[in-house]
């Protein structure tokens, strides 16, 4: 066993040197050849599409077509934005220098780190690994990429699918089970990106330390969405249905649980079952309707429910969904559950399913002080008059990754906003210019003209100098 453990480390360090001998021989990429790089992904994305959808449906047992091509047409519109703007990104930022330094100019360039490692998650196999690789390649990096194992006829087609776009001293796929994974974040990258739990988000960063390889860590947590006293119930619950049954609920931005006014409970469950069974009219049976990627997950959701039911909380099944209707392999119909306590284990994990929690509150006070009591959450969502007081209130004294008012999920989707955690949901940021700063090293350049007033604090230290001194710290 340690041989073979021996032989994969010899592997991904021989993969790392090959990449970073080439990086360093080659020497950033031009404008153009970066945006070549990405067309050309661009091109392949579009037109293997199906290929992209077929792998995930092996992966999943059912997924719903149309939430998977998704993955392909964020990917596509995420290239046409830095296409747009990578030439803005890559510019020179001029900087402010102090009247005693004149004449110098300042300004902060942008350049590659070099390689980049991508640990990428089960939930969106293609989007998730992709996303980071086309920033990283915007910024003029390489990069290596472990998918998750959880994933293989996805991992499978990333690996045919890069290697007939880039030779693998620039892009490469590496495959294995979670021993190469943790054989991977060991890897002296010059940066390292981890989307997954939080649990491994900390093996990740404590393998990366050893190296000093900053990261990027996009994480989950447990997302709130408060519905305002007196909001539209009706809208309220067809934003959340929408984010908490997407993909079957396995979305790091998923809201996890929903925080209603104690007036408004029973009304928002009759009005979030009615929005979930015009979304799924043919129940969780039906195309559109996405599986648990395993019985080992199927089996983790169900526990929670049952802990919940032995701790005294009521399970509602919502939708179109009925005692032994037909069901599918290791997939889970919507529910919703209520009178939850603290204790309960889906009240303390993330839920990453088609359950959704409701807890009653009476005054927004009581729902801010519950989520700051708790972990930061990657996202928080709001539903109610997005510039009343409450809002602003929620906005101002909560703290999460991003957030998104009366809906759920389209922050993310937005090129231009940077997307991240905080606390224990994630720590850095990618997409907008904020992604391709992640993957740049900001470095400073002064620029000392001929005249410099610096010099009259050279030694020999005289009159001269001591006056000069004595009028910059007046």
């Not at 592997?11 to 990405?38: C, I, M, V, W, Y």
């Not at 009304?267 to 009219?281: E, H, I, K, L, M």
């Not at 997409?431 to 003209?449: C, I, M, N, P, Y």
């Amino acid at each position: 066993m340690n041989d073979v453990a021996n032989d994969v480390d010899d592997s991904l360090g021989e993969l790392l040197a090959l990449q970073r001998t080439a990086f360093l021989r080659e020497g950033p990429p031009s404008l153009t050849q970066r945006r070549a790089d990405l067309k050309k992904l661009r091109t392949a994305i579009v037109a293997r599409k199906t290929d992209i959808t077929d792998a995930m449906m092996a992966d999943f047992g059912h997924r719903a077509p149309f939430e998977s091509l998704m993955e392909p047409l964020s990917l596509a519109l995420g290239i046409d934005y830095l296409l747009g703007n990578l030439a803005k990104f890559m510019r020179p930022t001029r900087r402010h220098v102090a009247m005693s330094m004149r004449f110098g100019s300042a300004r902060i360039e942008y350049q590659p780190l070099g390689v980049i490692g991508i640990v990428s998650p089960w939930n969106y196999p293609f989007a998730l690994a992709m996303m980071p690789l086309v920033t990283a390649i915007a910024a003029g990096n390489r990069v290596m990429i472990k998918p998750s194992e959880l994933t293989p006829a996805s991992a499978d087609f990333l690996v045919s699918f890069l290697a007939d776009l880039f030779p693998k001293e620039q892009v490469a796929v590496v495959t294995g089970d979670a021993s190469v994974g943790a054989a991977f974040s060991a890897l002296p990258f010059d940066h390292l990106i981890f989307t997954g739990s939080t649990a491994v988000g900390r093996s990740v960063m404590k393998a990366a330390s050893e190296n000093l390889v900053p990261v990027t860590l996009e994480l989950g947590g447990k997302n709130p969405a408060i519905v305002e006293k007196g909001s539209s119930l009706q809208r309220a619950a067809e934003g959340i249905a929408y984010g908490k049954l997407q993909n079957g609920g396995q979305i790091c931005i998923s809201p996890d649980y929903a925080m209603v006014h104690e007036d408004d409970v029973a009304q928002f469950v009759d009005a979030y079952s009615q929005a979930v069974a015009a979304f799924y009219p043919d129940g969780s049976t039906g195309t559109d309707y996405t599986s648990i990627i395993n019985e080992k997950h199927y089996a983790r959701l169900t526990g929670l429910l049952d802990d919940a039911r032995a701790k005294g909380a009521r399970v509602v099944s919502v939708g179109r969904d009925r005692e032994n209707a037909p069901t599918r392999a290791h997939t889970l119909p919507p529910s919703v559950v209520l009178d939850t306590t603290d204790d309960m284990t889906i009240m303390r994990e993330e839920i990453f399913g088609p359950i959704l929690p409701i807890l009653p509150y009476r005054k927004v006070e009581e729902a801010i002080s519950y989520i700051n009591a708790r972990p930061r959450p990657l996202a928080l969502y709001y539903f109610g008059t997005r510039n009343g007081g409450d809002c602003r209130t929620v906005l101002s004294r909560t703290t999460s990754g991003n957030v998104t008012i009366n809906n759920t999920l389209m922050h993310y989707v937005q090129d231009d906003l940077p997307f991240g955690g905080v606390g224990a949901s994630g720590m850095g940021s990618y997409h907008g210019l904020e992604g391709f700063r992640t993957f740049s090293h900001a470095k400073g350049v002064f620029d000392q003209k001929k005249w410099n007033a610096g010099n009259l604090l050279r030694p020999p230290f005289g009159g001269l100098a001591n006056f000069v001194m004595k009028m910059m710290l007046r």
